[in-house]
Every structure is written in structure tokens, then in C-alpha cells.
């Protein structure tokens, strides 16, 4: 049983399609808890269009702090651009 869970936890958990990125993370706890991160992840919007969003979830009630907002922010800037 233990072998078998730090085989999962050495992998990173590739396997079953959940990154070990620690900004994917981030987005998976704070930004998946009324839309399902597809919302996230299928969209492609200029590094400006990112912070106003993130300003609006969080206006909206979405909890992170302003260490996690910059880690979300700088994460989607670099990957979820045109
Ligand atoms: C408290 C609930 C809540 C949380 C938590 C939340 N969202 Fe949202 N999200 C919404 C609502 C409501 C909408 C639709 C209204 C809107 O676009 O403002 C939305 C829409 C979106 C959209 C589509 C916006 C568009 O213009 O098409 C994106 C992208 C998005 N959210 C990203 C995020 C990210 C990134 C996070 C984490 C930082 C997050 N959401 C967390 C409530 C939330």
C-alpha cells in the first residue's frame, strides 16, 4: 500500500491527468469551486484580460491571497495566452 502510493506521489500523478504544477494546483483549489476549470483552461485571453478576470472572481468571492492571486495571474499569462 505505501509502495504503491509513493509510486503515485513520485510520478506526480501524470497518470491520471493532474499536474504537478504548483499554479495548476493553486487553480484547482481556488478557481474550481463554481465553474469547472475547463472555464479556465479552454479560454485564451491577453495578459490584461487575465488580471481583470482574476480581479472579478475574486470580487466575486474566490478566496486566494495575494501571494496565490500573483502565482494564478503569472501562471495564466504564460500559458493561457493567444
Ligand atoms: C465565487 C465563485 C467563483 C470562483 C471561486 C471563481 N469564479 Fe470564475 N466565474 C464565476 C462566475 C459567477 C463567472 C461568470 C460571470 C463572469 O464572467 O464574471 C465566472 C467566469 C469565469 C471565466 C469566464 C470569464 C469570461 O469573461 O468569459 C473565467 C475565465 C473564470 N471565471 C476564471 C476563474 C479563475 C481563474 C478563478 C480562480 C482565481 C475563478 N474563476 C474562480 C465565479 C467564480
Known amino acids: 500500500m505505501m509502495i504503491a502510493l509513493s509510486l503515485v506521489?513520485?510520478?506526480?500523478?501524470?497518470?491520471?491527468?493532474f499536474s504537478n504544477n504548483p499554479a495548476k494546483r493553486l487553480i484547482k483549489k481556488r478557481c474550481s469551486g463554481c465553474h469547472?476549470?475547463?472555464r479556465i483552461y479552454g479560454s485564451r485571453r491577453s495578459s490584461k484580460e487575465w488580471?481583470?478576470?482574476?480581479?472579478?472572481?475574486i470580487r466575486h468571492g474566490a478566496k486566494a491571497t495575494g501571494e496565490e492571486r500573483d502565482k494564478?495571474?503569472?501562471y495564466l499569462k504564460k500559458e493561457q495566452t493567444p
Do not use: H, P, Y
Request: proline content about 0%.
Open 36 to 38: 469547472s476549470t475547463k
Open 72 to 74: 494564478i495571474i503569472d
Open 9 to 17: 506521489l513520485i510520478s506526480g500523478c501524470d497518470m491520471t491527468g
Open 51 to 57: 488580471e481583470e478576470i482574476v480581479a472579478r472572481m
